[in-house]
């Protein structure tokens, strides 16, 4: 019995096993240039190690082009099963609600919420008392209101009284507009606040129980109206955030952050099937070739 026929395909299967295997561990290893005498080692780093930037640059594009594209998370921040958990809490909370005997103040306190929502509530009636003067100022508002007053008292006068007064009238009206404006000035963002203080108090007065069943009377698609905010919400406002995100930079820089010992591991363990697998059929290959060897 000639003994080739069993050597060499083990040893040709035994030089594809280490071949594949050395292969992949050449991947990875080494981490750093080798050199002696001064002279750098062929091969050294490994591939992974060399090419690790061009390699984190091209998994971020792919990943912010393909996968995490703005499409991509905005629809999942809107997705069915997003809607359905919060048609599920919002209908769950809204129950917990309407059997809740507590003033929305006790409420408050309760959940050690009242200091955050009284700063909230300061800033919103301050933006909302100012922008209400500034479009009165842009709309020139008591201007309009003090000529259509002047009209309608112009019309109930006797024509010759009018005639008689005109200038006076004239003036008087310029001064009450001078005048209006500038209390609107100086004292229009108060009124405005402590209007809008006084509601807030009535508001903290009202019971959780008796607002939820007026909210579900009033505002029968109150769920609806949420939902459609919020999903407009992230299409508009996180739409460009997302926009102004460098999602590719981000991930480039972690890939690049990595160990290159963590990043082998990672790899490894998500990999370890199918290279394991390559090692294999390296052995493989290497038999089939010793047997065709002996062919020739």
């Given amino acids: 019995m000639n ?148 009209v309608y008292f112009k019309d109930k006068m006797n024509p010759i009284m009018y005639k008689m007064g005109k200038k006076a009238l004239k003036a008087a009206q310029e001064a009450m507009i001078e005048q209006a404006e500038e209390m609107i000035g100086e004292h229009g963002k108060e009124f405005i606040s402590n209007y809008l203080d006084s509601i807030y108090v009535e508001f903290l007065g009202k019971s959780v129980q008796e607002a939820a069943v007026y909210a579900e009377k009033k505002m029968p698609d109150l769920k609806q109206q949420i939902w459609e905010q919020y999903t407009g919400m992230v299409e508009h406002k996180f739409g460009e955030f997302l926009a102004t995100l460098n999602v590719q930079g981000i991930i480039e820089q972690k890939i690049n952050d990595y160990d290159l010992h963590e990043l082998e591991q990672m790899i490894m363990e998500i990999s370890k099937k199918e290279l394991n697998a390559l090692v294999w059929l390296g052995g493989l290959l290497g038999v089939i070739m010793g047997f065709v060897n002996l062919l020739f």
């Fill in 3 to 150: 003994i080739q026929i069993i050597t060499a395909p083990l040893i040709g299967g035994l030089i594809g096993l280490i071949t594949n295997s050395l292969a992949i561990k050449m991947l990875f290893r080494p981490y750093r240039k080798i050199r002696v005498a001064g002279i750098p080692v062929p091969f050294t780093p490994g591939l992974i190690p060399k090419e690790k930037p061009r390699i984190a640059h091209a998994i971020a594009q792919v990943i912010s082009s393909y996968i995490l594209d703005q499409e991509t998370i905005l629809a999942a921040l809107a997705s069915d099963s997003i809607k359905e958990a919060y048609e599920q809490k919002f209908e769950q909370i809204f129950a917990q609600w309407k059997e809740m005997d507590l003033s929305f103040e006790e409420f408050l306190k309760k959940y050690d919420l009242m200091d955050t929502v009284n700063v909230a509530e300061q800033q919103i009636a301050d933006s909302i008392s100012s922008y209400l003067i500034e479009k009165c100022r842009q709309e020139e508002l008591a201007r309009k209101l003090i000529e259509n007053a002047f």
